[in-house]
């Protein structure tokens, strides 16, 4: 896997990103899956280590979360999308990790 582009991300994001959408209102979890999805990799905390504190944050910003897009002011916090490296498939293929579910069988 490589960083594909490192995102600034508001408290929403940290916490479905860290926990799931369990504690968040429906169109806060629709917002920031649309934005997963317009991102076309995985989505990890983390990144932009030299301009985040220990915990990851960023400060307060105005700008807009670069994931759900909220317009609302607030903390910001690190974020990267990963994507696939090119022979990374082929490696999981031929080391049998999981694979659609199952162990990958060379067939």
């Given at each position: 896997?490589?960083?594909e582009s490192e995102l600034r991300v508001?408290?929403?994001c940290l916490q479905y990103?860290?926990?799931g959408p369990a504690e968040l209102e429906a169109e806060a979890v629709a917002r920031i899956e649309a934005g997963t999805a317009k991102q076309g990799g995985d989505i990890v905390l983390?990144?932009?280590e030299s301009e985040a504190?220990?915990?990851g944050g960023l400060g307060f910003s105005w700008h807009a979360c670069e994931?759900?897009?909220s317009q609302l002011g607030g903390d910001r916090y690190a974020a990267a999308v990963l994507v696939p490296e090119s022979d990374d498939s082929d490696l999981c293929q031929r080391s049998g990790e999981l694979?659609?579910?199952r162990a990958y069988s060379g067939e």
């Open positions: 896997m490589r960083i508001c408290g929403d990103l860290a926990n983390g990144g932009l504190d220990a915990d994931l759900c897009e694979e659609g579910g």
